[in-house]
């Protein structure tokens, strides 16, 4: 056990010029900035031991753009290994989207089928003058990265800090289960068949604030098990509920103060009470979101829209601030634990009648629509799961693991263990309630992007974010990640 030193820093990812903004089945490019993106890093040392945490204002890390970040803070400066830094995403789909397009593998595919002049045509293009180039969006950001991570290890300072913990309701389960079994994500739960929710939801909010010598406080760290996607449908740049988060703590705390916000084991869930559904204040192009029968409920106001994103930012700002009031312990020395660890686990296959039934399906589609004029993102998100099992077929052929970067930590009481994925909330349960740590932090989208990791019942209940094409990993895969974590914390507290 030693002294901690911690060190914050902060650095805006708003670029000069527009952006496509990442994820959803459709492009859309930015308008204008709802509110300030950022890169934060908080960097420890104690007992000889290093890690940097990364919080990136992006819908997730994956491995091109961590491992080019990793290579320039390694040119920036040698005082830590690149591997020992952490960087994960508050899965905001309000912000800088880092690839051509955004669903690329089965616009591909569908793609094969179209005729000779009926290619995937997208409804905005990134090829502008004003909006920020793929390859730029990628360098942007790693520096950014690099730049944050370099100037909190700079800063580290001695420190002292105090766990805690909150409550507030921020995330829903999205998965709607009907009477066939089957389930859908956003499914509409005004129906006679409709049976239950498939999922539960956490509202517990993992705490940390850190302090100076004078006990001044310089930051804090919330994890919150719900990705920052109440905008996600809108075409402007902004955090999300973290930025308003931050925005009510700083106007209690100061304009100093720096918050870490980590996104906890989400997979399926989403700010969106599915049982008192109340709709978009303007209309949205999702496929999946669509209510025929609506029924005005009294309830909290959009969750598609600004009043319903600050309203939850005040519920998770107004709950740490309650929780400092009450902090009574600061503590100055840790144990200090941090490892990086190398995996496999299996890729999720298709099967030889699932992947001729997808071809089947996407001729027919195809040939249903041969007379229309565009193929567009409606079509994409009609096929995706055609299109996605054909692709998974064609790479299980010489593929059968996936690689995974998991990090776990232990600092003194507090247990930290990430994964690359949009992990369903079980999983994040099933680590948390096995940990032997007195608080355990889940950090999602860290270090990879994988996307969903589905249960076995989400499965068998099928749709979005429970396809094969949803994601690399399947149960099998979740239940061997939360075995792996389960006995990495342990190990470090026996």
């Known amino acids: 056990m030693s002294k901690v030193l911690i060190g914050w820093a902060e650095e805006s990812i708003v670029p000069e010029k527009r952006v496509m903004l990442a994820g959803q089945f459709y492009e859309r490019i930015s308008e204008y900035v709802e509110s300030d993106i950022t890169v934060t890093a908080m ?9 940097i945490i990364v919080s990136v204002d992006v819908v997730y890390v994956n491995n091109t753009l961590l491992e080019l970040a990793r290579q320039k803070f390694a040119v920036m400066t040698k005082e830590v290994a690149p591997e020992k830094i952490i960087v994960s995403a508050i899965h905001s789909h309000t912000s800088i989207g880092y690839q051509a397009s955004g669903i690329i593998a089965t616009q591909k595919i569908l793609n094969e089928f179209l005729p000779e002049d009926r290619k995937y045509t997208a409804l905005v293009s990134s090829e502008r003058d004003d ?13 950014k990265i690099a730049s944050a991570a370099k100037k909190a290890w700079e800063s580290k300072e001695e420190a002292l800090y105090a766990n805690a913990f909150g409550r507030a309701v921020v995330g829903h389960c999205r998965r709607v289960v009907y009477d066939d079994g089957s389930a859908k994500m956003w499914g509409d739960t005004n129906s ?13 909010v993992e705490l940390l604030y850190t302090f100076n010598k004078d006990r001044k406080l310089t930051g804090v760290v919330a994890n919150i098990a719900c990705p920052a996607q109440v905008l996600e449908h ?17 106007e209690e705390f100061g304009a100093d103060l720096y918050l870490l916000a980590l996104c906890g084991a989400g997979g399926d869930q989403c ?38 994103c600050t309203l939850v930012g005040k519920r998770v700002a107004n709950e740490i601030i309650a929780v400092y009031d009450e902090l009574t312990e600061l503590k100055s020395e840790a144990e200090f634990k941090h490892k990086v660890i190398k995996y496999d686990l299996p890729l999720r296959k298709a099967t030889p009648a699932e992947y001729e039934k997808a071809i089947r399906e996407i001729e027919y589609y195809v040939q249903k629509n041969k007379d229309k004029e565009v193929f567009n993102y409606e079509d994409n998100a009609a096929m995706f ?30 247990a930290i263990a990430t994964n690359p994925f949009e992990l369903f909330l079980d999983y994040g349960n099933r680590i948390k309630a096995r940990s032997l740590a007195e608080q355990t932090i889940i950090i999602q989208l860290a270090c990879g992007a994988l996307a969903y990791l589905p249960t076995a019942k989400a499965e068998r209940g099928s749709h ?3 396809y094969i094409t949803s994601g690399h990993v399947g149960h099998e895969g979740g239940d061997m990640l939360v075995r792996k974590s389960v006995a990495e914390i342990n190990d470090m507290w026996m």
């Not at 064609?394 to 690689?403: A, D, G």
Request: charged share 30%.
């Open 43 to 51: 960097a420890v040392e104690a007992d000889g031991e290093q890690m």
């Open 271 to 308: 700010p969106r009470d599915m049982i008192r559904w109340v709709n978009p204040e303007t209309p949205i192009n999702d496929p999946h979101v669509k209510r025929e029968h609506y029924i005005e409920r009294k309830a909290d106001p959009s969750m598609f829209d600004i009043k319903g």
């Open 464 to 466: 979005y974010s429970a």
């Open 192 to 204: 006679a068949n409709f049976v239950e929710i498939e999922g539960g939801n956490d509202s517990g």
């Open 131 to 143: 909006v920020l180039a793929p390859e730029e969006a990628i360098d942007f950001l790693a520096e």
């Open 234 to 250: 809108r075409s402007f740049i902004s955090s999300d509920y973290w930025g308003k988060v931050k925005q009510f703590l700083r």
């Open 385 to 414: 799961v055609y299109a996605g099992t054909i692709a998974r077929y064609r790479r299980q052929q010489t593929e059968e693991t996936v690689p995974v970067e998991i990090h776990i930590a232990k600092l003194g009481n507090i």
